[in-house]
């Protein structure tokens, strides 16, 4: 058995400043570099490097950034026979500006991602009868996200849904077809209209969520902790202290934690706790892919603060 992933890969261009630019301003930047991203392929990464079997289907472009991109994969132990290679299109790029505080900003170039079609829902669907969970993300067309989450829904597979890039506008049909929702504060606050900053805003946006149809939300509020909710039980889990490099793919490390407990067979308090230490060790390292922890990171890290992945944390 094994976890799909259904979303983008791309390029990641970083460059890395003293602070954020306003708009309209010119900054000297401290650094460069190049790595693979993309929230499906970060995703991806996250679970495989926790020892989890992981496939993705996608698209690169017929050029040098997408041959990297599938080595990468390759190289981390994710499953790449179902990228389509698209020749009428360049790889996805996302260009990233990263102050020294770890914030971040990102503009995404969708290239191959926005050929994300039906063809590629037909891939997918041939693979969800040997799958545990589908992961789906929205750097991808709604209608192939939708696609895909129904093809799921009827095999009975898990369906997470990370809502990122943040929309205001998704689809109705699409919230009944999710099992867990994963927004940060600022999707929560695009998806429910109002502003999401603390825990009883979070809780608040969750209630909403679940009546549109979700069977669990949680809000990702970044060190302030994460919300969980579901009809029958809600619950809060504080954030990890660690020093924050790059919050980059610190989401998409979180979606990869979560569902690599469930993979597992741990509890939703543990999914919960696995998803925000991956989140957390992920904001120490620069990089996408580069920072995701393997195993044996994480387990370390998850042992020197005391927790036992058989039993539930006692502090939840």
């Not at 460059?15 to 000297?28: D, F, I």
């Not at 050929?115 to 192939?144: G, M, Y």
Request: glycine share 8%; aromatic share 6%.
């Amino acid at each position: 058995m094994s976890i799909i992933v259904f979303g983008s890969i791309n390029i990641d261009l970083v460059a890395t400043t003293s602070r954020l630019p306003v708009a309209g301003e010119t900054l000297l930047g401290e650094d460069f570099f190049k790595v693979s991203g993309g929230k499906g392929a970060n995703q991806a990464v996250a679970l495989a490097k926790l020892g989890i079997p992981t496939q993705i289907v996608g698209r690169v472009g017929a050029d040098d950034f997408g041959k990297e991109l599938v080595n990468n994969l390759q190289t981390s132990g994710v499953q790449t026979d179902n990228i389509f290679v698209d020749k009428t299109v360049s790889s996805g790029v996302a260009i990233i500006t990263v102050s020294q505080t770890g914030e971040n900003q990102i503009v995404v170039i969708p290239g191959a991602n926005g050929r994300v079609n039906q063809e590629d829902v037909e891939r997918l669907f041939h693979l969800l009868p040997k799958a545990t969970a589908l992961l789906l993300q929205l750097e991808i067309p709604i209608t192939a996200v939708i696609a895909a989450a129904k093809a799921a829904k009827s095999a009975n597979i898990k369906v997470i849904f990370d809502p990122a890039p943040a929309q205001s506008n998704l689809p109705n049909e699409l919230y009944p077809l999710v099992d867990i929702i994963t927004p940060n504060e600022v999707e929560a606050a695009q998806l429910v209209g109002f502003s999401v900053n603390g825990e009883e805003q979070a809780a608040k946006a969750a209630a909403v969520l679940l009546q549109r149809g979700v069977k669990c939300a949680i809000v990702k509020l970044g060190a302030k902790g994460v919300f969980c909710a579901t009809t029958e039980e809600k619950f809060f889990v504080p954030a990890f202290s660690v020093h924050t490099v790059d919050t980059v793919a610190a989401g998409d490390a979180f979606n990869g934690g979560l569902a690599a407990a469930l993979f597992e067979g741990l509890s939703l308090h543990q999914a919960v706790v696995w998803g925000a230490a991956a989140g957390a060790l992920t904001a120490t390292k620069p990089g996408a892919q580069t920072s995701l922890p393997d195993r044996f990171i994480f387990d370390a890290f998850l042992k020197e603060r005391g927790m036992n992945n058989s039993v539930d944390n006692s502090y939840l």
